[in-house]
């Protein structure tokens, strides 16, 4: 096995800022779940006497680094850090520490270490941390194996890792395709545990609603542990009260909406996202932009660009998070508004730097020296990001781009014409990557009810032929979720949707948006006119479904709305929970802070989804905030890939 020092995995998961820096800003205080995995992972690795070595999941190395830095696994005896893979594992350390999911690959991984040093006689002592909890299969799998006695084996409930103050993510990327094609629940349990543990730091929560079969399984797992809990630990059940914070859940079930992720992203983190693809907060940059940025031409306070040395072509990963307060600023706009803003910025730092000229007294040089690190580090943030915007800009203005667009927008607006199946069909003989094919032909599907089954068979025909046999397991996948059908009957529920919440806004301002449907330039998300459905009162008005206003606690929830909701998948449900004495909670703050709705995403959710949620704080006047929850991000690209059959490379493994 090839294995990584730890300063190796160390340089690819460590943030260029303090971990976690740029949490804790608000009133619920998301920081404090960080410090409760911070300290329950160094529990963990103190149990564990004397010098070891870190073996991790791949997958977790990331999601990880964002709990605690390398410098403090270092503190608590971690020397050397390896990835969980196939092959052997050779080390110096007498202690061995696993730290993986779940996974039956990595059990025989771990089966296979141990037997090998048996065999070679190397004595280990071995420790095997479950996240976010152990199964009975994998420890079956460790008992066939005959190694289930050599490893001492816990739980590492890292569930609900911070990625913001207003967003929350298990991380757990496979969750999509295990939960809808594999019918595998685990996800669900995960997730359950994940929210009774928020209810236990804040309170319960008073109100919890949802849409899809999957939310309502989410919703009474949760009911049933909170009875559990009050059989098996009475005094915590008692002591746990009504959340002051929180009113209310609101569960949404990606299959309710397949649509919105299929959709191109058109904000700026959405674009980033499309384009280069974020890994929990990290996106890889060319190294020169993540070294230190040189002071405009002729400032004279520092050496030139090229002076940290990095190898042209070299890639180097950034955190993209609330700790750069230029991102902050773009992440949730609309790409169309980017540049201008970037201008803006750029010729307020350096006006900013000029002031060294009018700086002639002692004071003034002082002042102007103590600005000059807070100068520094915004025109490397202003580097960064206008590089990214330039790319971006260039991958956006070309012809493919901009007719994949026309055909996306045409097609969730119910514009029918015989040009977008024509374009897919060109894309198929252009032999563009299967990934973008399907992505575009499941929103057609999703959108009109199914193809026509003549339709349905040319481009199964096409596909097959053009892109491998192989893929017939794909197009089942994709019948399967109902992504990809023959049209059955001719009623299609979609525009019905379309139209009662008017999820198409004619007239959307990118530059003062009043809409949330400025995140797709005209197309309102479904899962946020859902979450928007049960914030805000009143009924159906122009660009949105309802009026502004506190709503929820003791509001209406769902009504009024029944009849579009009859028409998605899944069922609707509305929950309230009490305390002991049966009184449901008060809905008013003593503190005057705004009342918190979380929003959890089972299935996943795109960033865009989390800009158009973000709006829609904006619109509730500083008394509703929102902290969305998600078991995984994902995008068009990610969601079609995770359903592509994937066929062994026999070369390689030959």
């Known amino acids: 096995m090839s294995t990584s020092t730890a300063a190796a995995v160390a340089a690819a998961s460590a943030p260029a800022q303090p971990t976690g820096a740029h949490l804790g800003h608000t009133s619920l205080n998301i920081d404090s779940l960080r410090d409760l995995a911070r300290k329950e992972l160094i529990n963990l690795l103190d149990s564990v006497q004397g010098k070891k070595a870190l073996v991790l999941d791949p997958g977790l190395s990331v999601p990880l680094g964002l709990i605690a830095e390398f410098a403090l696994l270092q503190d608590h005896g971690v020397e050397k850090i390896y990835h969980l893979q196939s092959g052997p594992l050779d080390t110096d350390f007498k202690n061995i520490v696993y730290i993986c999911r779940p996974q039956i690959n990595y059990m025989g991984y771990i089966a296979d270490h141990i037997q090998a040093h048996t065999r070679d006689q190397r004595p280990y002592t071995y420790s095997l941390f479950f996240v976010p909890r152990r199964t009975a299969l994998c420890e079956k799998v460790l008992e066939d194996r005959g190694v289930f006695g050599s490893i ?29 094609l594999d019918q595998d629940t685990t996800s669900i349990y995960y997730a359950a545990k994940a929210l009774m543990r928020l209810q236990g730091i804040y309170g319960w929560f008073p109100r919890i609603l949802g849409k899809g079969d999957y939310s309502k399984a989410l919703c009474d797992m949760m009911l049933r542990m909170r009875r559990e809990m009050a059989v098996d630990d009475l005094e915590a059940s008692q ?10 859940l609101i569960i949404i079930d990606r299959s309710v909406d397949m ?8 904000t700026y983190e959405g ?78 730092i350096n006006a900013d730097y000029e002031e060294r000229h009018n700086a002639k007294t002692v004071p003034q040089i002082r002042q102007f020296i103590g ?41 969730v607006a119910g514009i029918a014409t015989n040009k977008e199946p024509e374009y897919i069909e060109d894309m ?27 339709q349905f068979e040319f481009f199964k025909k096409e596909i097959l032929e053009t892109y491998g046999f192989e893929h017939i397991q794909t197009l089942e996948n994709l019948r399967r979720l109902g992504m990809l059908t023959k049209q059955v009957v001719t ?18 301002n990118e530059h003062a948006p009043n809409d949330i449907s400025y995140v797709y330039s005209g197309y309102a998300p479904l899962s946020v006119r859902l979450v928007q459905c049960v914030v805000q009162r009143g009924k159906n008005q122009p660009g949105g479904p309802g009026g502004r206003g506190p709503g929820l606690v003791g509001g209406n929830g769902w009504r009024g709305f029944e009849d579009v909701l009859r028409m998605l998948p899944g069922r609707t449900f509305d929950e309230k929970q009490r305390v002991d004495d049966g ?31 973000r709006f829609l704080a904006t619109q509730e006047g500083g008394q509703r905030d929102f902290v969305i929850c998600t078991t995984q991000i994902l995008n068009g690209n990610t969601l079609i890939d995770s359903l592509v059959q994937k066929v062994p490379d026999l070369h390689t493994s030959a």
């Open 371 to 411: 600005k000059m690190g807070t100068l520094a580090a915004e025109h490397q943030s202003l580097r960064l990001h206008t590089s990214l915007a330039e790319q971006i800009m260039d991958y956006t203005m070309t012809d493919d781009f901009n007719k994949i667009l026309e055909v996306q927008q045409n097609v």
């Open 428 to 454: 198929i003989n252009k032999q563009v990557p299967l990934v973008q094919v399907l992505r575009l032909l499941c929103l057609y599907s999703l959108v009109n009810n199914g193809l026509k089954p003549k």
């Open 271 to 348: 674009l980033i996202d499309e384009i280069f693809h974020i890994n929990h907060t990290f996106v890889e940059v060319d190294a020169s932009l993540a070294a230190p940025a040189p002071p405009p031409a002729g400032s004279g306070a520092g050496p030139s660009a090229n002076a940290s040395g990095s190898a042209p072509g070299k890639k180097k990963k950034v955190p993209l998070n609330g700790g750069d307060k230029l991102f902050g600023e773009l992440r949730d706009l609309n790409f169309a508004v980017v540049g201008g803003l970037l201008n803006k910025v750029a010729k307020r």
């Open 152 to 180: 001492t084996k816990r739980e590492y409930h890292l569930d609900l890792i911070p990625l913001e103050d207003d967003l929350l993510s298990l991380e757990w990327d496979s969750t999509f395709k295990e939960l809808y």
């Open 583 to 613: 009184q449901p909670v008060s809905s008013k703050r003593s503190n005057g802070q705004p009342r918190i709705s979380l929003v959890f995403f089972l299935g996943g959710c795109t960033f865009t989804e989390v800009s158009a949620i």
């Open 239 to 248: 002591t746990t009260q009504m959340s002051q914070s929180i009113d209310s």
């Open 491 to 508: 009623k299609n529920p979609y525009s019905l949707v379309r139209r009662s919440l008017s999820l198409i806004v004619d007239e959307v």
């Open 259 to 266: 649509v919105t992720p299929l959709c191109t992203q058109l």
